[in-house]
């Protein structure tokens, strides 16, 4: 009479199912024809249906051949495997992809912001701030790390800019609301905003 103990057979990861692309378009602007298009692309550089964290990193490197991506890659693929799964699968892709390219300013610094919030507490403190700062000078090939340019007093500045409650750590509310009244800080914590 069946197996009652028998585990869901797993979805093939490479597999768009109608669900993925009805999700998709409810939550990207594109068509129904460029989802399968970026699916397509997505499946010839992934066979498997899955971006793996070295995968997405190298990919990174070679838009940014000077600098290290290691770091930086790390907080960006936390933020897109929105599963936790280890690795990002079509739905996620194209979501951030949309995010990341079509997005409102508002969706991109919150994307921002969870990037930022490195042990996902829903703030960000002086600490997290500061990693992600070393992250992106990694990226950058940014040597020039003294004096106001130093993480620290980067940190220090965006803290004192956007920290309204003065509490020590940045609210989502708070980030956004920031970086969108200052162009300078949007353009250095969120660029292309």
């Not at 960006?76 to 936790?84: A, E, I, M, R, T």
Request: with cysteine; net charge neutral; charged share 35%.
């Amino acid at each position: 009479m069946g197996n009652k103990g028998a585990k869901p057979k797993k979805k093939n990861p490479a597999i768009l199912t109608e669900d993925e692309v009805n999700l998709l378009l409810s939550n990207t602007s594109f068509t129904r024809e460029e989802i399968y298009r970026w699916h397509d692309g997505f499946i010839k550089d992934c066979p498997k249906g899955q971006l793996d964290k070295k995968k997405f990193i190298d990919a990174y490197k070679a838009f940014y051949p000077q600098g290290k991506a290691d770091k930086f890659c790390n907080h960006v693929f936390k933020v897109f495997d929105f599963d936790n799964s280890g690795k990002i699968d079509f739905t996620e892709f194209l979501i951030a992809i949309s995010v990341t390219a079509q997005g409102d300013a508002h969706k991109k610094l919150s994307m921002a912001f969870r990037m930022y919030d490195v042990d996902r507490n829903g703030r960000v403190d002086k600490k997290e701030m500061e990693k992600i700062i070393e992250a992106i000078y990694d990226l950058l090939g940014e040597e020039h790390r003294k004096g106001e340019n130093s993480p620290s007093e980067r940190v220090k500045t965006i803290m004192f800019k956007l920290d309204k409650d003065q509490n020590g750590y940045l609210t989502e509310q708070e980030f956004v609301e920031g970086c969108l009244a200052d162009p300078l800080l949007r353009s250095l914590l969120a660029p292309n905003t």
